[in-house]
């Protein structure tokens, strides 16, 4: 990481939570699998969170227009 990007409040946080990962690891205290689960909970939580957002934006928009009446039509 360079200087620039540490100089920022949430790049320290980060590059400490790597830190504190990576001796973990070497300690044998952290497995591969764990870090893995745990960052693909993070991935599928971010993918449902924006769906979720999509779904929330269709709606409104939806609501917000006036549906034309459907006429029936007469066989």
């Known amino acids: 990481m360079s200087k620039s990007q540490s100089k920022w409040h949430s790049g320290r946080i980060i ?23 745990a960052v693909g ?5 971010g993918m449902l969170g924006v769906l979720g957002l ?6 409104s928009r939806r609501t917000r227009t006036k549906a034309s009446p459907r006429r029936k039509t007469e066989t």
């Not at 939570?17 to 893995?36: C, D, K, N, P, R």
């Not at 999509?54 to 709606?59: E, F, K, S, T």
Request: net charge neutral; aromatic share 8%.
């Open 15 to 37: 590059e400490a939570s790597l830190y504190l990962i990576e001796g973990a690891a070497a300690f044998g205290l952290l497995s591969g699998a764990a870090v893995v689960a």
């Open 41 to 45: 909970k993070f991935l599928l939580g």
């Open 54 to 59: 999509g779904v929330l934006a269709r709606m």
